[in-house]
């Protein structure tokens, strides 16, 4: 129950494509969904996050959908570029009730080709 | 801009061998937490500390684990005997306060066991 499901595993898409990665999740007392992005030999950092209490957040081209009902929630990446190329990783958290562990998806390979 | 750095960069140890891998976190951060990723899969969470103490561990964090802020900038991860299947990227990571905000993950340190 403490999963999160993320799909593809891998994307490849067109310099100024959209590229969206998937992800899900079981347990209820979720309530932070960041996603991360990873660079070879670099940390995780954070791209954008969202709380349930929203059904989207957008900040410059990423945004984030979140559907309550479904505990789906995915990443949009409008006018991908090269340098958008990396592994995404969505995560949760629970936070209001004070288990603030991050449980990471199986990350997404993204490839933006020229 | 404030960062958490991680010391050393790439460990090699042999089976069975004490290893203390180490991390700075953000100064004025009050939350602590070491995950791992072993190669190609997702990252895990491993431990939070907050206020000296364990806040919660996950089942990967047996007894062969420990943690330690000896003074009021390092905090480290001691592993007392280390196997074969240690082997990953530990990320440390920081977070300034409760119930919410971002957590900022250090580069890394890559352990190989032999």
């Known amino acids: 129950q403490q999963q999160v499901k993320q799909s593809p595993q891998s994307l490849i898409v067109q310099k100024g494509g959209i590229s969206i990665i998937n992800c899900a999740y079981e347990?209820?007392?979720?309530?932070?969904f960041p996603w991360y992005q990873q660079f070879p030999g670099k940390g995780p950092a954070l791209l954008i996050a969202i709380r349930p209490d929203v059904s989207e957040k957008k900040e410059g081209r990423f945004t984030i959908s979140f559907n309550k009902s479904a505990k789906q929630f995915s990443l949009h990446i409008m006018d991908s570029q090269p340098g958008d190329s990396a592994t995404y990783f969505c995560a949760a958290s629970a936070w209001k009730f004070g288990n603030e562990k991050l449980t990471f998806g199986t990350g997404t390979r993204l490839t933006i080709i020229p | 801009e404030p960062e958490v750095t991680q010391t050393p960069s790439h460990q090699v140890t042999q089976m069975g061998q004490e290893v203390i891998l180490r991390c700075v976190p953000i100064s004025n951060h009050l939350y602590f937490y070491w995950y791992r990723q072993i190669l190609g899969q997702k990252v895990e969470f491993l431990v939070s500390?907050?206020?000296?103490?364990?806040?919660?561990k996950s089942e990967i964090f047996d007894d062969q684990f420990s943690v330690e802020r000896p003074d009021g900038s390092n905090f480290t991860l001691k592993i007392r005997s280390t196997k074969l299947e240690d082997s990953a990227m530990y990320f440390c990571?920081?977070?300034?306060?409760?119930?919410?905000?971002?957590?900022?993950f250090g580069p890394g340190t890559r352990l190989t066991v032999l």
């Open positions: 500390f907050y206020n000296n103490e364990i806040s919660e």
């Open positions: 990571a920081s977070r300034v306060v409760a119930g919410g905000g971002e957590q900022f």
């Open positions: 347990n209820t007392a979720f309530d932070y």
